[in-house]
């Protein structure tokens, strides 16, 4: 039901853009976020958007380099990542957080999720 796309290889300093599709549900009532875990490590959050879009928040991490968008009447949400760094690589997760106001960077309010794309950056 989500279906994130976009990834690859990058070089430090690049820019990539990653998109997740949703389908199969009502997309525009869901909080989105973003996740990524890197080799070894923990799964940890990236960036959250509000199913109206006003609400928006990012890790301390990719903040001022990635930005989150959504378009419900395409059922997408995206990250744009610039500035990348390779500290950055990881497979990136989109999940959705179903009929909610509220943003959260705990994955477990999130109850979808799509199966990852990973992000190579070389520095």
């Known amino acids: 039901q989500l279906q994130a796309s976009g990834g690859g290889l990058a070089q430090a300093g690049g820019s990539l853009t990653l998109s997740c599709t949703v389908s199969?549900?009502?997309?525009?009532?869901?909080?989105m976020g973003w996740f990524r875990q890197a080799p070894g490590k923990d799964r940890e959050f990236v960036a959250a958007?509000?199913?109206?879009?006003?609400?928006?928040f990012y890790s301390d991490s990719v903040k001022g380099r990635f930005t989150i968008s959504r378009d419900n009447s395409k059922n997408t949400v995206s990250l744009q990542m610039n500035n990348l760094k390779p500290e950055d690589t990881a497979v990136y997760y989109c999940?959705?957080?179903?009929?909610?106001?509220?943003?959260?960077?705990?994955?477990?309010?999130?109850?979808?999720w799509g199966k990852g794309t990973l992000v190579t950056v070389s520095s």
């Open positions: 958007i509000s199913w109206f879009g006003g609400n928006i």
């Open positions: 199969g549900r009502t997309f525009s009532t869901d909080a």
């Open positions: 999940a959705a957080d179903p009929d909610t106001l509220a943003l959260s960077d705990y994955e477990g309010e999130y109850d979808y």
